[in-house]
């Protein structure tokens, strides 16, 4: 048996001894596989860390808890670090964690861009909301919550179209390529 099959056996093992089920295990081997060839030591830590914070390891977001904190120290200072810069406290910033994982899995660069949208180019956000709402967000979803909900303001759904085409017409979204600045329906 190759070295990373007792790895991978081990790091199983430890995820059920820790309470998660089976199906959550299969979800981890099918999309983030290389989480189960992390060191067993550095697993138990991250476990340990995650069950400290109070996710419940039957519940998916354990899981996308603990991929998002097998990251190294100096992506999760960093994109603690974007959130500050957002005016947001570091606890905050946990409460946005406990709630939705996935916000400390998406790279500085997609929620400085997506942030930066919002605020001050679409001039949408006056007070705080979720980051989640906002980087989860479909097109549809998106026009929903933020543009046609607003009757009395028709312009705002205008402002959305000018900008969009604009962002259209120089071929960039929020990576820099060719597409829209949300993510597809």
């Given at each position: 048996?190759?070295?990373?099959?007792?790895?991978?056996f081990?790091n199983?093992?430890?995820?059920?001894?820790n309470?998660?089920?089976?199906?959550?295990?299969?979800?981890?081997?099918?999309?983030?596989p290389?989480?189960?060839?992390?060191?067993?030591?550095?697993?138990?830590?991250?476990?340990e860390?995650?069950?400290?914070?109070?996710?419940?390891?039957s519940?998916?977001?354990?899981?996308?808890?603990?991929?998002?904190?097998?990251?190294?120290?100096?992506?999760?200072?960093?994109r603690?670090e974007?959130?500050?810069?957002?005016?947001?406290?570091?606890?905050e910033?946990?409460?946005?964690?406990?709630?939705?994982?996935?916000?400390?899995?998406?790279?500085e660069?997609k929620?400085?861009?997506?942030?930066n949208f919002?605020?001050?180019?679409m001039?949408?956000?006056?007070e705080?909301?979720?980051?989640?709402t906002?980087?989860?967000?479909?097109?549809?979803?998106f026009?929903?919550?933020?543009?046609?909900?607003?009757?009395?303001?028709?312009?705002?759904?205008?402002?959305?179209?000018?900008?969009?085409?604009?962002?259209k017409?120089?071929?960039?979204?929020?990576?820099?390529?060719?597409?829209?600045?949300?993510?597809?329906?």
């Amino acid at each position: 048996m190759c070295y990373h099959s007792v790895i991978t056996f081990r790091n199983i093992e430890i995820l059920r001894q820790n309470g998660v089920p089976d199906s959550k295990i299969v979800w981890v081997c099918t999309y983030y596989p290389r989480l189960l060839e992390a060191k067993p030591d550095r697993l138990n830590e991250v476990l340990e860390d995650v069950k400290k914070i109070g996710f419940n390891p039957s519940k998916f977001q354990f899981v996308i808890a603990i991929q998002a904190l097998m990251a190294s120290k100096s992506t999760w200072k960093r994109r603690m670090e974007v959130y500050r810069k957002w005016g947001w406290s570091e606890e905050e910033t946990m409460l946005a964690f406990t709630k939705h994982p996935w916000c400390m899995m998406i790279s500085e660069k997609k929620i400085m861009v997506v942030l930066n949208f919002y605020v001050n180019t679409m001039g949408l956000i006056k007070e705080p909301i979720s980051i989640w709402t906002l980087l989860d967000s479909t097109e549809s979803l998106f026009l929903k919550k933020f543009v046609t909900c607003y009757e009395e303001a028709p312009q705002l759904l205008k402002l959305y179209q000018e900008k969009l085409d604009l962002s259209k017409l120089h071929g960039r979204d929020y990576d820099g390529k060719s597409g829209s600045y949300l993510l597809p329906n």
